[in-house]
């Protein structure tokens, strides 16, 4: 297309607006809902592949507002009654539609990557970790809109009627919808008997990403070639409709959007743990000593590592030759609902942990001491307090010599735990040195293997 061209067409088009409407209604979404948009390291603006994926879970509205601005493209040659005109021109029909959805492509790729370059202006200030990674889930975003677009169009040249373009925006809503909440979700029990549900290989289909599960996690590449593979076929249908002009020939022009869901499920994973899998680059090990975070937290390993060399040294001095020898960032990347499980030697390290996120200093290697002690057993994805906050408070009481207030992102939990606490203090404090160590032993194997309850090991079965 020459530039004459796409000047003419940008001026008679809709393309600009849905341009403008694609970036505008995602912006207002990433920056005025961005509180539910990820904390920690999963928030938008964390890593570059978080960003990625976060743009990636707007699809849900904003692919069916593609697909509804390409059917009202379509329909601008019915509107001004020009088809019969344009059809005894010399000029072929797929130079007028490629013309059409050139534009409209064109103008969709563009707003979606300054989207993607205001996430990565921010992502910028916030890691020093940078990585090509991102891309591929951000080029497949970009493909989603210029093939629903194309498809819309498609469809309403196919449908020339004013209600196609609402029609089929509720219709792919209702599809990125489903996807998420029922038809493209299989439920499933942990080994602790909790249901959970996961996405499976049918909403793939659907251009949306539903997790955003960890800064170590990304889409695998069979997910990518999957999905190119639907979304080609859906574009190829929708230009073909747009050339279309027999309707033996509009039902032929169907076959590449089928074949290709037939192509792309058979390519897409059938399994959950294959279509998230952990990046091996962000996660190899970056470390101080005996103090190793990810590549992703590289620029916080000076904070951590002081407080974590402190750590180990008196969890040492309590422990001997049972105490860990290391503090390590938990790479692990568990299904939903799971128990995790903990390896005595090595203290877990958690940037999405409130308490160690909040913590410098002194705290941070109360934190770091609790954590080798008590590291946690909520399920993975599920958050709480109770008797593993108060265990880990007495148990750091011991190590240090004296009960200190944990640090808590949230001041409700920390009283719950200093109050909680206080009273299992004094009597711990009043048994023999041997039956302490005992009870820390026996709480330690509680609370590493999470088959056990770590408090009622600490006070030996009494109640609080």
């Known amino acids: 297309m020459n530039p004459r061209v796409l ?43 978080t960003m990625a994926l976060w743009i990636r879970a707007l699809l849900f509205y904003l692919w069916p507002l593609a697909v509804g601005l390409g059917a009202l493209q379509g329909l601008r040659d019915h509107r001004s009654k020009m088809s019969e005109l344009l059809s005894s021109t010399p000029r072929p029909a797929r130079h007028r539609a490629a013309a059409l959805a050139g ?8 707003a979606f990557a300054l989207l993607v370059l205001v996430g990565g202006v921010q992502v910028l200030a916030h890691t020093a970790y940078t990585h090509l990674g991102w891309l591929p889930i951000s080029l497949v975003g970009a493909l989603s809109l210029v093939a ?78 999957g999905q190119t593979i639907w979304l080609l076929g859906m574009a190829v249908t929708g230009f073909a409709l747009l050339v279309a002009a027999r309707r033996r020939t509009r039902l032929l022009a169907l076959t590449p959007v089928l074949a290709g869901a037939a192509v792309a499920l058979l390519v897409l994973p059938a399994d959950p743990d294959r279509i998230f899998v952990v990046d091996r680059a ?29 750590a180990l040294s008196l969890l040492h001095t309590a422990l001997g030759d049972r ?28 940037f999405d942990d409130a308490g160690l996120v909040a913590a410098r200093g002194e705290e941070l290697t109360w934190a770091l001491i609790g954590k080798g002690l008590v590291p946690g057993c909520s399920p993975v994805g599920w958050s709480g307090t109770g008797g593993e906050d108060v265990a880990r408070a007495v148990a750091v009481g011991w ?36 039956e302490q160590r005992a009870r820390i032993d026996a709480m330690r194997t509680a609370a590493l293997s999470c088959e056990g309850d770590a408090l009622e090991a600490l006070t030996g079965g009494a109640s609080r």
């Open 103 to 110: 534009t409209t492509a064109a103008a969709l790729t563009s």
């Open 323 to 350: 105490a860990p020898v290391s503090v390590r960032e938990n790479t692990a990347v568990l299904p939903e609902g799971s128990t995790p499980k903990w390896s005595g030697r090595t203290v877990p390290l958690d």
């Open 399 to 434: 190590v240090l010599g004296d009960l200190r207030s944990l640090p808590h992102a949230s001041a409700n939990v920390r009283d719950y735990a200093d109050t909680e606490a206080r009273p299992v203090w004094k009597k711990f404090r009043t048994l023999p040195k041997a």
């Open 148 to 225: 629903g677009s194309v498809l819309g169009m498609g469809a309403a040249r196919a449908l020339p009627s004013a209600l196609t373009p609402p029609l089929l925006t509720v219709g792919a809503f209702a599809f990125t919808v489903l996807m998420q909440l029922s038809l493209g979700r299989t439920q499933t029990d942990t080994g602790a008997g909790i249901p959970v549900t996961e996405p499976n290989r049918l909403s793939l289909l659907s251009p949306a990403v539903q997790d955003v599960r960890t800064a170590l996690t990304t889409l695998s590449a069979a997910v990518h070639l």
């Open 7 to 49: 000047r003419i067409e940008l001026r008679r088009s809709v393309a600009p607006w849905a341009g403008a409407v694609i970036l505008t209604t995602a912006l207002a979404f990433l920056f005025l809902l961005k509180g539910t948009l990820g904390t920690g390291t999963t928030a938008w603006t964390a890593q570059w592949t």
């Open 282 to 310: 962000a996660a190899e090990p970056v470390c101080d000593g005996p103090v190793c975070v990810t590549r992703t937290q590289q620029g916080r390993l000076a904070d951590i590592a002081g407080p974590g060399k402190k």
